[in-house]
C-alpha cells in the first residue's frame, strides 16, 4: 500500500457541506479499530460465561442498582423486578457480546453489529449517569462513539469479509443491487 495516495470522503450534514483527505494509512487504522473494538467486546461477552470466568452473568444487580439521577433508574429497576426479562438479558447480553465481536474482527454483518455494539453501550451509558457532569464521557460513550465510527466507515469492506459477501451474485447481480437494504447492514 503505497502511503502517498489519498482517500477523499464527504457529504453534507444539517446543510453543511463536509469534506476530507485521509491518508492511505487511514484504512489500515479503521481495520485495527474494527479489530480491537471486536476483540473488547467478543472478550466482554466470554467473561459473562460462568465456564469462562468461574460466575454466571446477572443483569439484576447493574439493572436494581442504577443511581436515581439516571434518566432511566425507572426503567431499569422495573427490568429488574421482572424475572423473565433478568433471564433474558442474562442470556442476550453475552451472546449479543459475543457475536458482535466475532463480526467485528471477522468483518462481516460490520454495520448491524457496530450498530449492536453502539446501542448496547448507549444503554450501559444511561444507565451510568450520576449526575456528575464531570463524568459525562466515560468510557461507555466514548465506546459508542467507536462503534459508530467502525459503522460509518464501511469498515467491513477493508480486510472483511463484507466486501465479498456484497458481491455474491443473485439472479445475475450482486447481492447490494439486488437488494440495496443490505448496504445499511454490511459495510
Known sequence: MSTQARNE??????????????????????????AVIGGM??????????????EAFDASG????VDPVSPVSGIYGAMAATPWFVEMANVLVPLTQVLIGL????????????????LQMLMFYMGGIEGNWLAAFDSTLI???VFATVAAFGAGRILGLDAYIEQIEIGGQPLVERFP???YLLG
Open 9 to 34: 470522503f464527504g457529504g453534507q450534514f444539517g446543510g453543511v457541506e463536509l469534506f476530507g483527505k485521509a491518508h492511505s494509512l487511514s484504512a489500515l487504522f479503521i481495520v485495527a479499530l474494527r
Open 41 to 54: 467486546m467478543l472478550f466482554a461477552g466470554l467473561g459473562k460465561y460462568a465456564f469462562i470466568s468461574g
Open 103 to 118: 463480526a467485528l474482527i471477522a468483518g462481516v454483518f460490520v454495520r448491524l453489529a457496530a450498530f449492536g455494539g453502539a
Open 143 to 145: 465506546y459508542a462513539v
Open 181 to 183: 437494504v443490505a448496504r
Open 62 to 65: 447493574y439493572l436494581a442498582n
